[in-house]
């Protein structure tokens, strides 16, 4: 079965320390996203691509890098410069003609801080 | 700039009720797509359906139905006889269809509880 695939379901993060929220896709879409969802909140927009190598900052970029070396993979790095990080992270994918606009979401990593 | 507000934090109904979730959104694109995805305690956004600008018509599935008024920009979302399984957050989200950034936005979300 075609789909999106986040891992893992829950981190932790210790003070100062980096880390990697892998996300990987099997449906052969071109654009892949990020959001942060935090209660209350909605989803906002981390960093998205459109195309491998090369990406976008989105609405809350700061304290995030990300990369995009292959079509299906688009892991998101939460640097320790991110000094609020725990919420639950959504990885999406789209295609033009899925009907358009359509997004594809992953379950989502649930970080958290310890 | 766009803008998609979900003014209903948290809704409780009994099942069998109806329900209605309430989207109005902002926009300067004369073409644009609305969207509504649900949310349930699994985590995993699920598309439910996609509304054109220039189409007006409501949509009926089977117990959602969705009305579109351009007029006073609203989209918003009826469940018929709801269950317990519609419990979940609902999100509104809008798109503009062409020029520019692709990047939907998002609204708050609408926690929708349905009790036994």
């Known amino acids: 079965d075609g789909g999106i695939t986040q891992s893992p379901k829950y981190l932790f993060r210790k003070e100062g320390q980096n880390v990697t929220l892998s996300c990987e896709q099997n449906?052969?879409?071109?654009?892949m996203y990020w959001y942060r969802q935090d209660p209350g909140q909605g989803l906002r927009l981390i960093y998205y691509?459109?195309?491998?190598?090369?990406?976008q900052k989105g609405d809350i970029a700061e304290g995030y890098s990300v990369s995009r070396e292959k079509k299906e993979s688009f892991p998101l790095t939460v640097t320790s410069a991110q000094k609020n990080p725990t919420a639950l992270y959504l990885c999406?994918?789209?295609?033009?003609?899925?009907?358009?606009?359509?997004?594809?979401f992953g379950s989502g990593t649930q970080l958290s801080v310890l | 700039a766009q803008k998609v507000t979900q003014a209903q934090t948290e809704i409780s109904v009994v099942e069998k009720e109806d329900v209605t979730l309430d989207c109005v959104y902002e926009t300067r694109d004369t073409t644009y797509y609305l969207f509504w995805y649900k949310q349930p305690p699994s985590g995993e956004l699920v598309f439910l359906i996609r509304?054109?600008?220039?189409?007006?018509q409501n949509e009926i599935s089977g117990r959602y139905s969705w009305n579109f008024q351009k007029s006073t920009s609203s989209f918003n979302f009826t469940i018929t006889a709801s269950q317990v399984v519609d419990s979940a957050v609902y999100f509104c989200?809008?798109?503009?269809?062409?020029?520019?950034?692709?990047?939907?936005?998002f609204g708050r979300g609408t926690s929708l509880i349905v009790h036994p």
């Open positions: 989200a809008l798109r503009p269809a062409s020029g520019g950034s692709y990047i939907p936005t």
């Open positions: 509304r054109n600008s220039f189409d007006e």
């Open positions: 999406a994918c789209s295609s033009p003609g899925q009907p358009v606009g359509k997004l594809f």
């Open positions: 449906l052969n879409h071109d654009a």
């Open positions: 691509s459109q195309i491998v190598n090369d990406f």
